[in-house]
């Protein structure tokens, strides 16, 4: 009796079609998800690491922020606005980087908001195992966008890495990257694989130069002529460049402070007084953080804004522009706006209106019904150019980078009684230029007749132009006693 064949089971085209499509989504669900955790290891890591005890205490602007107050919370939309952390923002927003950042296993909190990152774990003085665990490596490539990162992963690969700092030139000659780094291994285990990697370690396919960081020192020190450091002295940064942290709180405890809360220093040094000044200020601007130059501008490389918060309008009169009307005109319901000609642009029949939010397409509308003349012209609103909003907000930034400066360099008002004027309810001196005040009158700051308090920031956020400066008032003639002279007939008259 012969076996009966089985029928072979047919799959129906639709069906496999359907099965196909159906595996689709998944992998791609897969790769989507793999590819999250991969960006939040790379944000967990980098956060680490701006916290961490090999760069925190030397990397200044850092610093400013951990001591900015005394609990040391740091603002995440503040770290989110660099320039490593800028895409995952981007891409996840600042509540996802805070439930990111509560995996750090030991060194990282997050308050309770999601708003604030701080340290978890007391700062570690320097000590040898970073020093121990750090080699100097050299011959790579010349800086270009992304080398950091790809020195970075080159090195995971012989061993878990705490980080990388580019070795570059001093500030005079451009900070340019030396083509060398110290690399910092998270145990002497890694530094040991990476030093004794066999072939040679190669970067692009150029060998490097290799060694610990203690052998670097030591050849540099005889190379020089000097006597090779000792430990104590690399452990409190005699021999370091550049800011150091425990240096700074060292020669503060000297001083008899023992709080540290700007890197500031606690009294002024004479002729170093404008530089150390300067050092750790720093603006807020659109939700971002800037370190201010001692030129009182920003590094225009961190620049970054929302964009879709400015308006451009052309065509307006050349006139006096009426600022406070249209700012009264267009603040109830669009909230807060500056409004400012272009005067960078040279183009005084422009302008920019920036908000406090980005515009609705029926926003932008409302502006255009509200404000239809500027200066006694028809105007119109556009969204700027990438370049005119660049501009607007680079100049806005360096506005208010320059007056901070001035301000943190401005005398103490202490020092201000005998030179600007005495106190203002009693006049007193006013100074130089000031003359006496009388009582009521001169005031603190009297030189020549300064401008009544908050009249000159009202015209810097108006941007109207300062009153020009009034005549001086002749001082008042005051009769003098008649001086009478005998005259021939021997009577007396007054002259």
């Given amino acids: 009796m012969s076996e009966t064949a089985k ?30 955790e991969d960006d939040k290891a790379a944000v967990l890591k980098q956060v680490e690491f701006y916290l961490s005890d090999s760069n925190l205490p030397y990397d200044k602007f850092m610093w400013t922020l951990h001591t900015k107050n005394d609990d040391h919370w740091i603002p995440i939309a503040t770290l989110a606005g660099f320039k490593r952390m800028r895409e995952y923002n981007t891409k996840y927003g600042i509540p996802w980087i805070a439930e990111t950042l509560r995996n750090s296993e030991e060194l990282l909190e997050v308050d309770e908001a999601g708003v604030n990152v701080r340290r978890a774990i007391e700062l570690k003085p320097p000590g040898m195992t970073q020093y121990d665990n750090s080699a100097y490596a050299k011959g790579f490539p010349d800086e270009v966008p992304g080398l950091q990162q790809r020195i970075e992963q080159f090195f995971e690969q012989y061993a878990p890495i705490a980080g990388v700092r580019f070795r570059r030139t001093d500030k005079k000659d451009g900070r340019k990257f030396k083509n060398s780094v110290f690399v910092e291994f998270k145990n002497k285990a890694g530094l040991d694989a990476f030093l004794n990697a066999d072939p040679k370690p190669t970067f692009d396919g150029k060998e490097l130069l290799t060694m610990s960081k203690d052998a670097y020192v030591t050849m540099k020190a005889k190379e020089k002529g000097f006597d090779v450091p000792d430990k104590s002295q690399i452990l409190v940064g005699n021999i370091r460049r550049g800011f150091n942290a425990f240096k700074l709180m060292e020669e503060e405890a000297k001083r008899g402070k023992t709080n540290i809360k700007s890197t500031e220093k606690a009294e002024d040094d004479g002729d170093d007084e404008e530089e150390e000044r300067a050092e750790g200020i720093t603006i807020d601007m659109d939700g971002r953080t800037y370190a201010v130059k001692d030129d ?6 961190e620049l970054d804004y929302t964009k879709g918060k400015v308006l451009k309008f052309t065509g307006g009169g050349e006139g006096e522009v009426d600022f406070k009307t249209i700012k009264e005109t267009l603040q109830p319901t669009l909230g807060k706006v500056f409004v400012t000609k272009d005067y960078d642009g040279k183009d005084f029949s422009s302008g920019f209106a920036a908000f406090d939010k980005v515009l609705t397409s029926e926003e932008v509308e409302a502006v255009k019904e509200k404000v239809p003349t500027i200066a006694g012209s028809s105007v119109e609103w556009a969204a700027p150019s990438d370049e005119d909003e660049r501009r607007f907000w680079l100049n806005r930034v360096n506005f208010f980078a320059k007056r901070r400066l001035e301000q943190d360099r401005a005398p103490s008002k202490a020092s201000n009684h005998g030179k600007g004027g005495g106190r203002a309810s009693r006049g007193g001196r ?20 300064n401008a009544p308090r908050g009249e ?30 005998k005259l021939a007939d021997g009577s007396a008259a007054d002259v």
Wanted: hydrophobic share 25%.
């Fill in 456 to 485: 000159k920031r009202k015209r810097e956020e108006t941007n109207e132009a300062p009153p020009p400066p009034s005549k001086p008032v002749p001082p008042p003639v005051v009769a003098s006693a008649a001086k009478k002279v």
């Fill in 430 to 449: 006013g100074g130089r230029a000031g003359g006496r005040g009388g009582r009521g009158g001169g005031g603190k700051g009297s030189k020549g007749g």
């Fill in 296 to 301: 009182g501008t920003i590094d225009e490389s």
């Fill in 7 to 36: 029928p072979e089971t047919v799959v129906p085209v639709e069906d496999a079609t359907m099965k196909d499509s159906a595996t689709e989504p998944t992998t791609e669900a897969t790769a989507a998800a793999q590819t999250e």
